[in-house]
């Protein structure tokens, strides 16, 4: 049963909207990540978060922002959706102390 | 940056046979992960491994922490239709990479009925 809940779990939306990817995760973990995978299903990640109000970048640069003003929520927000934005979006978090992530069921989003 | 090496990038395979696959770096980690992602879901943790020489099972599934800490293997025995997916080797060095997990790229398993 998935203690990470990510929604929703497909959007299709217009070129130009801003939309928010919601992730929230009941297991009192400090770390949050975003991932993002595309067809070619190398895992990319583009924000983490070890606590409340901290927020890094990661390792592919990414047009996203993300905030973390509770611990268990990490939304993502894309603030004018492009077509290169098409990809599945993927959340994960991790205890402080302890070893893996679990991840979310993943958000697919197509931009038209 | 670190980074890990995962082979086959693919495979096909009947149903029933063993199918084994690896991941390889040229850096040291403390611990070796392998996780599966079923089609349309995340990834899900198949096996931890925390220290060099481990060997682990879970089911049909064994793993290994390499000697040398610098790569870990998967098997896979009697495949099964719904050992399909894609596996993903993942390395954490404590020191390094701010202590987040660092993923391979990835064996996409499709099996033959």
């Known amino acids: 049963e998935a203690d990470i809940y990510q929604t929703p779990r497909y959007l299709v939306i217009g070129t130009g909207k801003k939309i928010t990817l919601e992730c929230s995760q009941t297991m009192g973990h400090d770390k949050m990540y975003w991932y993002q995978q595309d067809p070619g299903m190398e895992l990319h990640l583009i924000h983490y978060?070890?606590?409340?109000?901290?927020?890094e970048k990661g390792d592919l640069s990414s047009e996203s922002t993300v905030s973390r003003i509770r611990t268990e929520h990490f939304p993502l927000t894309l603030e004018s959706a492009r077509p290169s934005h098409t990809s599945q979006y993927l959340c994960?978090?991790?205890?402080?102390?302890?070893?893996?992530?679990?991840f979310g069921s993943g958000t697919r989003l197509t931009v038209v | 940056g670190q980074q890990l090496n995962q082979s086959p990038q693919s495979m096909f395979i009947q149903e029933g046979e063993d199918v084994s696959m690896n991941c390889t770096s040229s850096?040291?980690?403390?611990?070796w992960l392998w996780y599966k992602q079923d089609p349309g879901e995340g990834p899900v943790l198949l096996i931890a491994l925390y220290k060099a020489g481990e060997l682990t099972s879970n089911g049909r599934l064994t793993a290994q922490f390499g000697i040398t800490r610098k790569d870990s293997f998967l098997n896979i025995s009697a495949s099964i239709p719904s050992d399909v997916g894609i596996y993903f080797c993942?390395?954490?060095?404590?020191?390094?990479?701010?202590?987040?997990?660092?993923f391979g790229k990835g064996t996409k398993l499709s099996v033959k009925p």
């Open positions: 993942a390395g954490l060095n404590y020191g390094g990479s701010q202590g987040n997990l660092i």
């Open positions: 994960a978090s991790s205890d402080r102390g302890a070893f893996g992530y679990t």
């Open positions: 978060s070890y606590g409340v109000n901290s927020t």
């Open positions: 850096s040291i980690f403390n611990t």
